[in-house]
């Protein structure tokens, strides 16, 4: 009775520890950790992410690679330029939040979003930016370019312009130092007091910080391509804290006060969609892909799922960024002049509405774009992994652990019958500078993730196994024992005999009393009698 009792109860325990480890590993335990988990990475006063969100403990990494034209004097020509790539100059990008005040109501967070970039000689491979190279003279190409393409009543003001701001230097191709093109600028006159000049001069001032122009002082401009971004604001951002729904955390709301831009023909192109590229929201799918809003290029783009992937033995997923062919896809048609004929060749983008110069945007040395582009300029060789743009995301958390983040920008070349320097150019792309923002966390913080997060996802899934190989066999063993139980009871049937006459039971062989009792002790005389008995009665009956 007692061992009977045992197996049942051990079948029960065994069941509840089965059912148990079911729940708490599968439902239980990852609510309990997607609860504490969004709590934290909410942007509320307080929360452990918000000291991160308002200063990020750590630099990006910047690198700038230049290309240097070779063979200046065979471009105006109407040759191939040949590109010899110089790099990278390596700086610690800063990203530093400022002003930020919170809407408890609107659960938003509204911030002023600004970079410092910090030259790091040591990682620059001997470089120190005082080299020279023959790079375009960005004033004389852009401005006819873009007039061109505009304005082209205006082009003979511009070009008389700005044949008095350089004088007898009519080439558009200068010698220039490295760090005079990225930071400090390139000077300008605009003394003269001709209406050319000072017309020209004065829509140059009136794009300002746009096109990287600064003023000197009363009659001299210059221009550079990164001096405008350091130490200054990128824009001010609003976005949802994720308190009152998690998903939405990081969520551009509006930039600059404005919910939506206008700079591209249509609204679906001027929306701010995802985040600004340094706060995610956890759980994310892999078909919802990474959306983030960049500035710099005024648009939104989306990193789309590649494959499972890791980091630092973390697991991760891997996403890219395909700019693929606007002229084909009816959702991105809006980033066109004319669709779909006049579009940017597949892989690129037209700045020209963002930055109001006849700039393209790509992935660098062309990767992934239209291979006519390649076909027209020597020194370039594109390779995934040094020109792909990707990020190693890990999607519990939301946190990116890895990427790069890589452009290239692009002169648009073309001859200009009205400017004889410039009047036997082939029509090009001319590569000019390509950039790239990488971030790779080291281990404090991926052993923050590591011990803190999955160290109880891998401890939740051996408990919830153990549980439930321990419930499984337990219950295996307890049924097992109570249907052996059962199949080893003796069944007794009673049946009605007839009892045998005096004459039949004189038959039997009954052996003389004395002859029992003298074998009683036997065993195997009592065993062999036992089996001759039913036969004996058979016979009789």
Not at 307 to 312: H, T
Not at 487 to 514: F, G, Q
Request: hydrophobic share 40%; proline share 6%.
């Amino acid at each position: 009775m007692i061992i009977k009792w045992n197996s049942r109860k051990l079948a029960i325990i065994s069941l509840c520890a089965l059912m148990f480890s079911c729940f708490n590993g599968c439902f239980l335990f990852p609510r309990i950790i997607k609860f504490m988990l969004a709590r934290n990475v909410q942007l509320r006063k307080g929360s452990q992410m918000r000291p991160i969100f308002e200063k990020i403990p750590f630099p990006l990494t910047f690198k700038v690679y230049i290309f240097n034209i070779t063979n200046p004097d065979d471009v105006l020509i109407g040759e191939k330029p040949k590109l010899q790539e110089i790099g990278p100059l390596v700086f610690d990008e800063w990203k530093l939040r400022d002003n930020i005040v919170d809407d408890d109501f609107k659960d938003t967070v509204t911030y002023t979003l600004r970079q410092r970039f910090n030259f790091r000689p040591d990682l620059s491979n001997g470089l120190s930016g005082n080299e020279e190279i023959i790079f375009p003279n960005i004033i004389t190409i852009a401005s006819i370019m873009t007039v061109k393409k505009e304005r082209e009543a205006f082009l003979p003001i511009v070009i008389k312009a700005i044949q008095q701001m350089f004088g007898n230097n009519t080439s558009p191709f200068v010698r220039l130092r490295i760090m005079d093109i990225l930071f400090n600028g390139m000077i300008f006159n605009c003394s003269g007091s001709e209406f050319a000049i000072r017309t020209t001069c004065a829509a140059i001032k009136a794009e300002g910080e746009r096109q990287g122009v600064r003023i000197v002082n009363s009659t001299h401009l210059s221009i550079s391509l990164l001096g405008h971004k350091n130490e200054t604001s990128i824009a001010r951002f609003t976005i949802l804290r994720g308190i009152q729904r998690t998903r939405d955390l990081g969520r551009i709301i509006k930039i600059n006060d404005d919910h939506l831009q206008s700079v591209w023909d249509g609204d679906e192109c001027n929306r701010f969609k995802g985040t600004d590229s340094t706060i995610f929201p956890p759980f994310l799918k892999p078909s919802e892909g990474l959306w983030t809003f960049t500035p710099d290029i005024c648009m939104s783009t989306e990193a789309h799922f590649v494959r499972k992937s890791s980091y630092a033995s973390l697991p991760t997923s891997y996403y890219s960024i395909d700019f693929g062919n606007f002229s084909s896809d009816k959702t991105k048609q809006c980033f066109c002049n004319d669709p779909p004929y006049d579009c940017p060749p597949a892989g690129t983008l037209d700045l020209l509405p963002c930055l109001g110069t006849r700039i393209y945007g790509s992935k660098p040395h062309f990767l992934d774009a239209d291979k006519s582009l390649l076909s027209k300029v020597e020194g370039l060789n594109p390779d995934r992994s040094k020109h792909d743009i990707f990020v190693n995301f890990e999607a519990i958390s939301g946190t990116p652990l890895s990427g790069r983040k890589r452009l290239q920008f692009s002169l648009v070349i073309e001859p200009i019958e009205e400017y004889e320097v410039l009047s036997q150019l082939s029509e090009l792309f001319l590569p000019i500078i390509w950039v790239e923002e990488g971030i790779d966390l080291n281990k404090t913080y991926t052993n923050l993730l590591k011990y803190q997060l999955f160290l109880a996802y891998k401890a939740n899934e051996a408990m919830k196994w153990i549980g439930i190989v321990c419930g499984f066999i337990g219950v295996i063993v307890a049924v097992t024992v109570i249907y052996n139980e059962n199949d080893t009871k003796v069944s007794i049937t009673p049946t009605t005999a007839e009892i045998p006459s005096e004459e039949s039971a004189s038959n039997l062989s009954i052996p003389p009393i004395h002859t029992i009792s003298e074998n009683l002790d036997n065993p195997i005389y009592l065993k062999r009698r036992i089996e001759k008995i039913p036969n004996e009665i058979h016979e009789v009956c």
